[in-house]
């Protein structure tokens, strides 16, 4: 089937809408560079649109009523109670709102030849190569013991230094370039250049103090944060490419940035969350931490937190019954929404072209993802693909099926398996992109507002 490339077809009016959406989602991009950067800017929204905290709530929950609920200030689900019992289901919205990055250890300032580095271990799947060389930021949280939380951004800022992790001049690199690409960038050599500037000295000693780079990075965090060395045990700390998003190409139609695999989705999702109204069935997105490596932990997919808060709204609304909770969920419907390898001609041979995600030709749908013979795969029901035709179609939304490249090229999973566990009906839908998992992803405007609506229109139809 040969989707046509929606570009050609927008009127002003939806150009003017497209750009909009696309200013909101590059503003969302450069304050969400974390997690916890995503779920603060999300409880900022929400709560303007009129959701409350869950746990501020007293008197149950009424249909209308906009509900939300944070977890470890890392995940985030909200509610739009609809006019049916939750029991008869929901539809959601899920997407994840970690990316792949560099992470600092627990115990990572040293210094070596008069170079502090801090010391770091990689998040997710990245090509070790592509993070050396370019300038990076600092982001993240150092908790201290009595509970203060210093919030900790260095990068981003007009006037911020940034930071780098560096790399072997090519002049000596006859040995490195030997090297598979895997292996060109070791693991444990991606620690980041941190300081070279000794602390200043008392002309009345008489010894040079030890490690006086270290010390004089020690005297700096102590002024600007208030820590102590002892204090990186209690923090988390993400490295991550330094730099806003940017429009893409001399006709603007893109937009490159970092961590667009999965916050094109998340943010797309959460727009149309907040512009939904008056549903028949409670809509519901969820956005979730630590899909970049196995959706595990208090705040991945495979916790019960999403579970015992439906468990919790299930009460509220004036029963207490496992079997209505355990309805809800099988009764809701579910677009997983991850992104698509976009097709890119410059490495054709990965891509089975009758089967790939194309720039410009909308919301990505693909039935199953996985590696191999599906392995790891949900794959979704063929009479839940002709209800979200459907749907896509009385929204006039543009969209396209897909797979992940060849088959045997590779693979990969997303969240969608795990929900389908509770008997839901799943299906994986995204945006496509280029240079994924890459410092700097790139995405085609078109398919941002094509996501957008398409969300739009599973929330009210389905």
Same mark, same amino acid.
């Given at each position: 089937?040969?989707?046509?490339?929606?570009?050609?077809?927008?009127?002003?009016?939806? !150009?003017?809408?497209?750009?909009?959406?696309?200013?909101?989602?590059?503003?969302?991009?450069?304050? $969400?560079?974390?997690?916890?950067?995503?779920?603060?800017?999300?409880?900022?929204?929400?709560?303007?649109?009129?959701?409350?905290?869950?746990?501020?709530?007293?008197?149950?929950?009424?249909?209308?009523?906009?509900?939300?609920?944070?977890?470890?200030?890392?995940?985030?689900?909200?509610?739009?109670?609809?006019?049916?019992?939750?029991?008869?289901?929901?539809?959601?919205?899920?997407?994840?709102?970690?990316?792949?990055?560099?992470?600092?250890?627990?115990?990572?300032?040293?210094?070596?030849?008069?170079?502090?580095?801090?010391?770091?271990?990689?998040?997710? $799947?990245?090509?070790?190569?592509?993070?050396?060389?370019?300038? !990076?930021?600092?982001?993240?949280?150092?908790?201290?013991? +009595?509970?203060?939380?210093?919030?900790?951004?260095?990068?981003?800022?007009?006037?911020?230094?940034?930071?780098?992790?560096?790399?072997?001049?090519?002049?000596?690199?006859?040995?490195?370039?030997?090297? =598979?690409?895997?292996?060109?960038?070791?693991?444990?050599?991606?620690?980041?250049?941190?300081?070279?500037?000794?602390?200043?000295?008392?002309?009345?000693?008489?010894?040079?103090?030890?490690?006086? #780079?270290?010390?004089?990075?020690?005297?700096?965090?102590? =002024?600007?944060?208030?820590?102590?060395?002892?204090?990186?045990?209690?923090?988390?700390?993400?490295?991550?490419?330094?730099?806003?998003?940017?429009?893409?190409?001399?006709?603007?139609?893109?937009?490159?940035?970092?961590?667009?695999?999965?916050?094109?989705?998340?943010?797309?999702?959460?727009?149309?969350?907040?512009?939904?109204?008056?549903?028949?069935?409670?809509?519901?997105?969820?956005?979730?931490?630590?899909?970049?490596? $196995?959706?595990?932990?208090?705040?991945?997919?495979?916790?019960?937190?999403?579970?015992?808060?439906?468990?919790?709204?299930?009460?509220?609304?004036?029963?207490?019954?496992?079997?209505?909770?355990?309805?809800?969920?099988?009764?809701?419907?579910?677009?997983?929404?991850?992104?698509?390898?976009?097709?890119?001609?410059?490495?054709?041979?990965?891509?089975? =072209?009758?089967?790939?995600?194309?720039?410009?030709?909308? !919301?990505?749908?693909? =039935?199953?993802?996985?590696?191999?013979?599906?392995?790891?795969?949900? +794959?979704?029901?063929?009479?839940?693909?002709?209800?979200?035709?459907?749907?896509?179609?009385?929204?006039?939304?543009?969209?396209?099926?897909?797979? !992940?490249?060849?088959?045997?090229?590779?693979?990969?999973?997303?969240?969608?398996?795990?929900?389908?566990?509770?008997?839901?009906?799943?299906?994986?839908?995204?945006?496509?992109?280029?240079?994924?998992?890459?410092?700097?992803?790139? #995405?085609?405007?078109?398919?941002?507002?094509?996501?957008?609506?398409?969300?739009?229109?599973?929330?009210?139809?389905?």
């Amino acid at each position: 089937m040969d989707k046509k490339n929606v570009w050609k077809t927008y009127t002003a009016e939806q !150009l003017s809408e497209l750009d909009k959406i696309n200013g909101r989602y590059k503003a969302c991009l450069d304050e $969400g560079k974390t997690e916890r950067g995503c779920v603060r800017l999300a409880v900022r929204e929400l709560q303007e649109k009129g959701y409350c905290d869950i746990r501020e709530i007293e008197d149950g929950v009424n249909p209308g009523d906009k509900v939300y609920a944070v977890c470890m200030d890392k995940s985030i689900v909200a509610f739009h109670i609809g006019r049916q019992p939750l029991e008869k289901g929901m539809n959601i919205l899920g997407a994840h709102i970690d990316s792949p990055r560099i992470d600092v250890k627990q115990n990572p300032l040293y210094e070596s030849e008069e170079l502090v580095y801090l010391d770091t271990h990689y998040y997710g $799947g990245i090509k070790k190569y592509q993070w050396v060389t370019m300038p !990076l930021a600092l982001h993240g949280v150092v908790v201290k013991k +009595d509970g203060t939380v210093v919030e900790v951004g260095i990068g981003d800022q007009e006037g911020d230094p940034v930071f780098v992790i560096t790399d072997l001049l090519v002049h000596l690199a006859s040995k490195q370039m030997e090297k =598979k690409a895997n292996a060109v960038i070791e693991g444990e050599k991606l620690d980041l250049l941190f300081a070279s500037r000794p602390i200043s000295q008392d002309l009345s000693l008489k010894e040079e103090e030890k490690e006086a #780079v270290k010390a004089n990075v020690l005297d700096l965090l102590k =002024k600007r944060y208030d820590m102590e060395e002892e204090d990186f045990v209690s923090a988390e700390l993400e490295i991550v490419p330094a730099g806003r998003s940017r429009d893409c190409g001399i006709d603007r139609s893109m937009v490159m940035a970092y961590g667009q695999d999965d916050r094109v989705c998340a943010f797309t999702s959460l727009f149309a969350m907040l512009d939904v109204e008056n549903t028949e069935r409670t809509a519901c997105c969820i956005l979730v931490d630590k899909e970049e490596i $196995g959706s595990v932990g208090a705040t991945g997919m495979h916790s019960r937190f999403f579970e015992n808060i439906v468990a919790e709204l299930i009460a509220m609304s004036g029963s207490e019954s496992e079997l209505k909770v355990r309805r809800c969920l099988q009764n809701s419907r579910m677009l997983s929404s991850d992104v698509s390898a976009a097709y890119d001609p410059m490495f054709a041979e990965a891509f089975e =072209k009758r089967s790939s995600a194309f720039f410009g030709k909308g !919301l990505v749908f693909n =039935k199953y993802t996985g590696a191999r013979g599906k392995n790891g795969s949900n +794959d979704a029901n063929a009479e839940y693909l002709a209800r979200i035709r459907n749907a896509m179609d009385q929204h006039q939304v543009a969209y396209q099926f897909a797979e !992940l490249g060849k088959v045997d090229a590779g693979g990969g999973g997303t969240i969608a398996y795990i929900m389908a566990n509770y008997g839901m009906e799943v299906i994986d839908s995204g945006v496509a992109v280029l240079n994924m998992h890459a410092p700097w992803e790139v #995405v085609s405007k078109a398919d941002v507002y094509e996501a957008y609506r398409g969300y739009k229109a599973f929330l009210l139809e389905m």
